[in-house]
């Protein structure tokens, strides 16, 4: 396995003095939804469950664009515009956000300085947070896959995290918290040699490709290496700034005030005669 690690760490660091590499990549995402609003809530049928599960599924089913150059990156949505002039009688699900990883955001990582610098927001409040990027314990394998054309190399890491959930019985909130340990896969290509990755991820000897951690999978779908129009990654600058530490500590807040708020509500309207009801 050490001989493994050095060879890799070799091959990085000769192609990564060898070229200026730049350029962008795409990901697709996906995350499962487990959104439930309680057993024996009245007018909620298992069928208005099952659809709710479809149309979350949908929502967590998006594009990113990861630009890079050897030591920055910049993440983001690719967002589509929305069909300016709905038909006739069409009704638009509107989604509700308790805050961060809207379409908006921008995640900048900068991996020669170890730090990071995300522009979101809270419902509408914008926020920029800035904190040292996460060190992962990553285990380096032998084992390879294919990729599109690129061969990848896999590497895990696991931790124990804190799950935290909010949810409306009844009309009442609850929280609930677990902890559970969780096993991290990644996939990544000496191809690409720049330690980087989707999102927070980072730090293996090669782009990461794919990510999955059982709930969320980050699958590259292409990459376009030193494009002919030059890429230029700016630091985001606007927003209060914050520690990631006092963002997650706000966003907890703002999430139950939320759910306070969502009592007095009739319910969520999801379209096609379906309404999800709060409290009866």
Avoid: H
């Avoid at 990544?188 to 980072?202: H, M, R």
């Amino acid at each position: 396995m050490r001989a493994i690690i050095t060879t890799l760490a070799l091959v990085f660091a000769t192609a990564l003095s060898a070229q200026n590499f730049n350029g962008k990549a795409t990901y697709k995402t996906s995350r499962k939804s487990n959104i439930r609003f309680g057993d024996n809530q009245k007018g909620v049928t298992d069928k208005m469950q099952e659809e709710l599960q479809k149309r979350m599924q949908k929502m967590n089913q998006k594009t990113f664009i990861l630009e890079f150059d050897k030591t920055t990156s910049m993440y983001k949505e690719d967002v589509k515009l929305d069909d300016p002039t709905p038909r006739a009688g069409s009704r638009k699900m509107v989604v509700m956000s308790f805050g961060g990883s809207g379409s908006a955001d921008l995640y900048y990582k900068d991996i020669k300085e170890n730090r990071f610098a995300n522009k979101t927001e809270i419902m509408g409040k914008p926020f920029l947070v800035k904190d040292a990027l996460e060190k992962y314990e990553w285990e380096l394998s032998s084992e390879t896959k294919s990729i599109g054309t690129y061969t990848c190399y896999k590497a895990t890491f696991s931790k124990e995290v804190e799950n935290i959930n909010m949810s409306m019985i009844n009309g009442e909130s609850k929280e609930t918290k677990t902890t559970e340990n969780v096993t991290t896969t990644a996939w990544y290509t000496t191809e690409v040699p720049i330690s980087n990755g989707p999102a927070d991820y980072q730090g293996l000897p090669g782009l990461i490709l794919e990510i999955n951690d059982g709930k969320n999978l980050i699958v590259c779908t292409e990459i376009i290496l030193n494009p002919e129009k030059t890429i230029t990654i700016e630091e985001p600058t606007k927003g209060k700034e914050v520690s990631k530490k006092k963002f997650d500590k706000i966003q907890k807040q703002k999430n139950q005030e939320m759910m306070e708020k969502m009592k007095g509500r009739k319910g969520i309207d999801l379209g096609n005669g379906i309404n999800i009801k709060m409290g009866g």
